[in-house]
């Protein structure tokens, strides 16, 4: 199982406040572990200006394939996570599959978009697919 960190309760009820990231406030990890145990065996630490707010994570339509997809809701990227070894169910790394450039808006000079596509990981083509 993969679980992804978001931000303190304190921190999201009063709602998003730019200061709060540069705080450290907000999550930036991902968490390995296994659940058989409930034994965490890995703490994936994602680049802030790319993995900030991970949001939930997804496997691929394979329940065979340890391949899986978070997105960042303020780094505007999708990050890929897989096997640091292929063919093996050693730890996890994470690598920026997708990167969306910020737009110039009022509140925040250099604001990420927030959105997460509704994506799929073919198996036939071994590609991402938005529908």
Not at 29 to 48: D, G
Request: hydrophobic share 35%; net charge negative; aromatic share 10%.
């Amino acid at each position: 199982m993969i679980s992804s960190e978001w931000g303190a309760p304190n921190v999201i009820k009063k709602g998003f406040n730019p200061e709060h990231v540069v705080e450290g406030s907000y999550g930036h990890s991902l968490h390995v572990f296994k659940w058989s145990t409930h034994e965490k065996l890995q703490t994936i630490e994602l680049p802030m200006g790319n993995g900030a707010l991970p949001l939930e994570v997804r496997f691929k339509h394979d329940p065979t394939s340890p391949y899986a997809f978070v997105g960042s809701a303020l780094g505007s990227s999708i990050i890929l996570l897989k096997p640091e070894t292929e063919g093996s169910n050693s730890s996890y790394v994470a690598e920026c599959a997708v990167r969306i450039p910020p737009k110039q808006v009022w509140q925040i000079l250099d604001f990420q978009t927030t959105t997460w596509p509704d994506l799929s990981f073919s198996s036939h083509h071994n590609s991402i697919e938005a529908p």
